[in-house]
């Protein structure tokens, strides 16, 4: 390769790893930073901001995912729909209650840059409450 011309990867270059994760007992931000890395994949030596070349990313046993402190009872997400009262507030217990998945979701999505990559590298996070994930062939 010269190293007088400028790289530039191509979509149709990025080929995608397989990576899981077992939050079982992962304090909910650290891993939160640990998969949005993954999935924009700045872990890569060839990582370029405006190509997407990151992972898939499958996550099992969320259900078991901590977060430190009186988080659970005190976080509390904020979400306005713009109309009068729309404003609605939801602490993180009754989203874990809800679906436990989601919490892992919201942090994962609240760490990406906000850009037109977020959504297509959002849509390679697999999250599953339980052990069992329908990806066993990719994942080695």
Same mark, same amino acid.
């Given at each position: *390769?010269?190293? #007088?011309? +400028?790289? $530039?990867?191509?979509?149709? %270059?990025?080929?995608?790893?397989? !990576?899981?994760?077992? @939050? ?15 999935? *924009?994949?700045? #872990?890569? +030596?060839? $990582?370029?901001?405006?190509? %997407?070349?990151?992972?898939?990313? !499958?996550?099992?046993? @969320? ?78």
């Amino acid at each position: *390769m010269d190293m #007088n011309t +400028t790289f $530039y990867r191509r979509k149709e %270059d990025c080929v995608n790893k397989w !990576v899981h994760i077992d @939050a079982t007992g992962k304090v909910l931000g650290r891993l939160a930073t640990e998969i949005a890395e993954l999935l *924009m994949g700045k #872990n890569n +030596t060839d $990582y370029a901001p405006h190509t %997407d070349n990151g992972a898939y990313v !499958v996550i099992t046993n @969320a259900k078991n995912i901590v977060l430190t402190g009186n988080k659970m009872t005190d976080k509390v997400y904020v979400t306005v729909s713009g109309w009068m009262g729309g404003k609605k507030e939801t602490t993180a217990q009754e989203i874990f209650k809800k679906d436990c998945t989601r919490l892992i979701h919201l942090a994962v999505k609240r760490m990406m840059p906000d850009n037109r990559l977020t959504s297509e590298r959002l849509t390679r996070l697999k999250v599953y409450a339980h052990a069992s994930h329908p990806h066993v062939g990719q994942v080695k």
